[in-house]
């Protein structure tokens, strides 16, 4: 791909990574490219970080076709810098913009992108632990016009942000709030891509959870309310007995990249997984009868995230006394282990970026 270049003329004060909390500082470039029908994509550009001028009739800013994805760079300490798995994000980005009649991006062009951007701002990936370089790549309807419609026209663009945990807890447990109002997807709508819209319609719920003091919503299904889905940014797990069980990917789950990266683990270590529905009332019984052991959030974002409480319908639940797990830390430990070049990359998933 035949990528311009304009270099910022004045670079950033790069932060304190002691205290980056997650997606406050923008690196100096931005990746941009712009499709138009029966052209494709043109014009591919790295150029200086800063806002963009639209159209007011702008179609995404009335009809929301809108995509994103989120993934980090990795610095090691040799200094080699890594991307998780990008090639599952590229593919997951397709899916969800064929859901939303959107124009669709090869995945290796997706994959050079990125890396051309990482390797310009290769000086913003952080290095103390627990630290990386979030990069959100994202998609939208460009094409003036209010009639509704798939748009004829599209930019994509890739910012990056250097992060440090998603919550400001850390890694330590998280409480949940169970909702019982508020959906956040149906089977046969956009649950499983990853747009904008559907966090839009996730906040309403996030901001109840957390005027009460929780962290986070757990979602139950749209139909029933009844069965377990996911956590506001998250996949939800919970070890049952000795079994790990999570919401399968039918349609209103979003297929996570650390989701999918845990579950190959558990099975590695022989721990059975059971990706089945789970009704909030098996759940709540088994954290009273003391059969829940342990639960956790897996995301790029949050990477993992133990879940130390769980509210639902005026009761509450302490789960491992509100205490990290051993399997949620093990887990924690191998995942990070492995981006951050410290644990064997056995499955192959860090992708170098070649400086
Ligand atoms: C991620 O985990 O990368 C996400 O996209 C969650 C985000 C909404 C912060």
């Not at 046969?188 to 901001?207: D, L, P, R, V």
């Not at 270590?269 to 709540?284: A, G, H, P, Q, Y």
Request: proline fraction near 4%; include cysteine.
């Amino acid at each position: 791909m035949d990528i311009k270049f304009e270099k910022a003329t004045q670079l950033k004060q790069k932060p304190d990574q002691n205290s980056l909390g997650f997606g406050k500082y923008f690196t100096d470039h931005m990746f941009l490219m712009d499709y138009t029908k029966g052209i494709g994509w043109h014009d591919a550009r790295i150029v200086p970080y800063g806002p963009l001028q639209i159209d007011p009739a702008t179609m995404v800013l009335h009809y929301a076709q809108e995509t994103f994805e989120g993934l980090k760079a990795y610095r090691h300490k040799n200094g080699k810098i890594t991307l998780f798995r990008p090639e599952m994000n590229a593919r997951r980005m397709i899916k969800s913009n064929e859901r939303l009649c959107m124009a669709t991006l090869d995945e290796n062009i997706f994959i050079e992108a990125i890396e051309e951007l990482v390797k310009i701002e290769q000086d913003w990936v952080p290095s103390l632990k627990e630290t990386s370089l979030y990069i959100r790549p994202f998609m939208f309807a460009t094409e003036t016009s209010v009639g509704v419609h798939a748009a004829k026209s599209y930019q994509f663009i890739i910012i990056m942000t250097p992060v440090g945990a998603y919550y400001p807890e850390g890694v330590n447990p998280v409480k949940i709030w169970v909702e019982d109002e508020y959906v956040r997807a149906v089977k046969g709508g956009t649950g499983f891509a990853k747009c904008g819209g559907n966090y839009a319609a996730s906040i309403a719920a996030q901001e109840k959870a957390q005027s009460q003091g929780y962290t986070q919503v757990l979602w139950l299904d749209g139909v029933e309310r009844k069965y377990v889905e996911e956590v506001g940014t998250m996949n939800a797990m919970f070890v049952i007995d000795d079994k790990v069980v999570t919401a399968p990917i039918d349609g209103s789950v979003l297929p996570g990249v650390t989701r999918d990266s845990i579950i190959t683990l558990l099975k590695d270590w022989n721990i059975e997984v059971e990706e089945r529905k789970l009704s909030i009332d098996e759940l709540m019984d088994a954290a009273k009868t003391g059969r829940l052991k342990e639960a956790f959030g897996t995301g790029t974002a949050a990477v993992i995230s133990p879940i130390g409480q769980l509210y639902y319908k005026g009761e509450e639940v302490q789960i491992n006394d509100f205490k990290t797990g051993i399997l949620t830390q093990k887990l924690y430990d191998t995942l990070t282990g492995i981006q951050w070049g410290d644990v064997e990359d056995k499955f192959a998933w860090n992708h170098e970026v070649k400086l």
